[in-house]
């Protein structure tokens, strides 16, 4: 890898991710990413709903204790023939006599789930054929009946596809299976997912998720159960291992919402000491999907700023002295693009400020660049506050190809000296053991933001900037091991 020697003790250049402002807690715009979402109807949707009627028609009725308490004369059905076409449904409403009659509690049931299915009084035509859907109440029974008829516009499943035979994921790995149904014009579009054996995967909406190791179908019918496509699903357990060291905390973006013990995030549109140009929101800017977690910044105003982003950080919740920190990322490329993946010292907003406290930039980018920064920053007359203000930095750049795709950037922190990896090659390192820095022998926390302009890339007009509507960091993973003693 070509290597740039890039070493300045200067009092103000290049003050990288280097902040001074106090967090600002003010509340931030709600505005999120809808993930993708498809029409069809998930097994455990259609388990639910045959559960309901099955304990609906347990239901025995409870006569309610009030001293007013008005006893029916009669029963009806708002209905007493109903014809339905598949997939329609309505609404049956018992009809008391005298109308003033106190309310009853009755149970619902159909004579034919094939036909039709009644929860709390809501028909539903499931298949072709007449049913009788009754409503009990003590003695009586009232009913009515259904007829379903296929829409004479309907055109039946003839095949249904998935789009793997087969698949491996990981434990807490999720994967989305869609489906095809034939012909492509067909109208019945409801499908049950089902799994042979749902303690080695969990399913909602063809996401499937690994439970355990194991191998087990998944499959995904028409509703008349008359098509079936399968695919068979290994789960495996890989564990996150280093060799020689122990894992400290990891964080692998399973799952839908970012953990809130491991990560809060800064809040604000100040220009963070750097003229950037967006507001960090509350969150609203995280997305997790498919095992990542996705910084997405928006070109939209807000707080008077016209970028919104996140600047997600483990501050108070995991600090640490040495270790190996790595994080998996893909980042963006564009004029005013700024992401960054650092360390700040603990202390910097309770009696330790910038750079006093010290800061590890394991990874920046400017622009649309493939020049990769590893920076240290740090006070030169060391970490006291009481001692002067001359910022000390020194760093290396490497080049990245495709630093658009996941690359592994990450810092080997000992107590001797602080190197800085890409894709496992040291492209800076530093010994640590002078006085002068010794805010290196103290707690940091881990942070990650997508920054919009500012200094570091040189771009402060928001007409420059390189994206329209969204543009996408993507974390895989972080992990923080430290060494076996
Ligand atoms: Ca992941």
Redesign the pocket.
């Known amino acids: 890898m070509k290597k740039n020697l890039l070493i300045l003790v200067t009092s103000l250049l290049l003050t990288s991710c280097s902040f001074f402002e106090t967090l600002n807690s003010s509340s931030s715009i709600t505005s999120s990413v809808s993930s993708s979402s498809n029409i069809t109807t998930s097994s455990k949707d259609t388990s639910e709903e045959i559960n309901e009627v099955s304990s609906s028609e347990e239901t025995s009725s409870i006569l309610p204790s009030t001293s007013e308490y008005i006893h029916y004369e009669s029963i009806t059905l708002s209905e007493t023939n109903k014809t339905l076409i598949i997939g329609e449904s309505f609404t049956l409403v018992p009809v008391l006599s005298p109308s003033n009659a106190s309310e009853v509690y009755g149970s619902w049931m159909t004579s034919s789930r094939k036909v039709a299915t009644v929860i709390d009084g809501v028909v539903t035509a499931v298949g072709e054929g007449t049913c009788r859907i009754t409503y009990s109440v003590d003695d009586i029974k009232v009913v009515c009946t259904v007829n379903v008829k296929k829409d004479s516009t309907t055109i039946p499943v003839t095949g249904i596809t998935l789009n793997k035979t087969s698949c491996t994921i990981n434990v807490d790995e999720t994967l989305e299976l869609s489906y095809t149904l034939s012909p492509s014009n067909t109208t019945e579009k409801l499908v049950i997912w089902d799994i042979e054996d749902d303690t080695i995967v969990s399913i909602n909406n063809g996401v499937i998720t690994g439970l355990k190791e194991g191998t087990t179908k998944v499959s995904v019918s028409s509703l008349d159960g008359l098509h079936k496509a399968e695919c068979v699903v290994t789960v495996t357990y890989e564990e996150v291992f280093k060799d020689g060291y122990s894992l400290l905390w990891n964080d ?3 799952g839908n919402s970012l953990d809130t013990s491991i990560w809060g995030f800064d809040v604000g549109g100040d220009g963070w000491g750097n003229s950037e140009l967006q507001y960090y929101t509350n969150g609203n800017n995280i997305v997790l999907s498919d ?2 977690c996705k910084i997405v910044a928006r070109r939209e105003a807000c707080n008077g700023r016209q970028f919104t982003s996140t600047r997600m950080v483990t501050r108070d919740k995991k600090e640490f002295t040495y270790g190996y920190v790595e994080a998996r990322i893909k980042v963006p490329s564009y004029q005013g693009a700024w992401p960054a993946f650092w360390l700040l010292g603990k202390d910097i907003y309770s009696g330790q400020p910038w750079p006093f406290c010290g800061e590890i930039d394991i990874m920046e980018y400017a622009n649309s660049s493939s020049k990769l920064f590893g920076t240290l920053h740090w006070n030169a007359n060391g970490k006291n506050p009481s001692s002067s203000y001359v910022h000390a930095m020194e760093g290396l750049t490497t080049y990245i190809t495709n630093k658009t795709e996941f690359h592994t950037y990450a810092l080997d922190w000992t107590a001797e000296s602080i190197k800085i990896l890409c894709d496992d090659v040291v492209f800076f390192e530093k010994d640590i053991r002078g006085s002068q820095m010794d805010c290196f022998h103290d707690d940091f926390y881990v942070l990650i933001n997508l920054a919009i302009g500012g200094q570091f890339v040189n771009e402060y007009n928001v007409n420059n900037i390189g994206f329209d509507k969204t543009s996408i960091m993507e974390i ?2 972080v992990r923080v091991f430290q060494k076996n003693k």
């Open positions: 692998e973006f399973e095992g990542t895989d993973y």
